[in-house]
């Protein structure tokens, strides 16, 4: 990512710069405080093509050995539609969010109900039910 873009607003939706808002999750200043902070970076991650965030904050047990990106994809939007963490000792949580992209010029949108847990003390993603 540019120096421009660091300044950009952030993918994730939240009214932030990239650089306050995912981005210091990203770069290991800090780590997400409920299931729907770390399902925002992990959008932000798939929008700027951070690979290696995607697989670290991936569950272990469900977790791909490697993560190939679609270069013809490109992630336009994210809506959180619900969150649960189960308060700040909680170990599980779920986010349902709808995320809009283009995919080689056709647009397309994913909704997903993510599910969460905390593996080591950090909120990891553990996989997700995809609906039409």
């Known amino acids: 990512m540019t120096e421009d873009a660091r300044g950009a607003e952030c993918p994730c939706g939240r009214p932030e710069a990239y650089e306050h808002c995912c981005g210091r999750l990203h770069r290991g200043h800090a780590q997400a405080a409920t299931p729907e902070e770390l ?9 700027i093509g951070d690979v290696g965030y995607l697989l670290c904050t991936w569950h272990p047990r469900t977790r791909p050995a490697r993560l190939d990106l679609d270069p013809g994809q490109r992630w336009l939007r994210l809506d959180v539609l619900n969150s649960s963490d189960g308060g700040p000792f909680g170990t599980h949580g779920t986010v349902e969010f709808r995320a809009h992209y283009t995919a080689h010029g056709t647009p397309g949108t994913l909704h997903e109900h993510s599910r969460f847990t905390r593996h080591e003390g950090a909120w990891v993603y553990v996989d997700g039910t995809i609906t039409a």
Not at 39 to 47: E, G, K, N, P, V
């Open 39 to 47: 399902m925002r970076s992990r959008y932000s991650a798939f929008a």
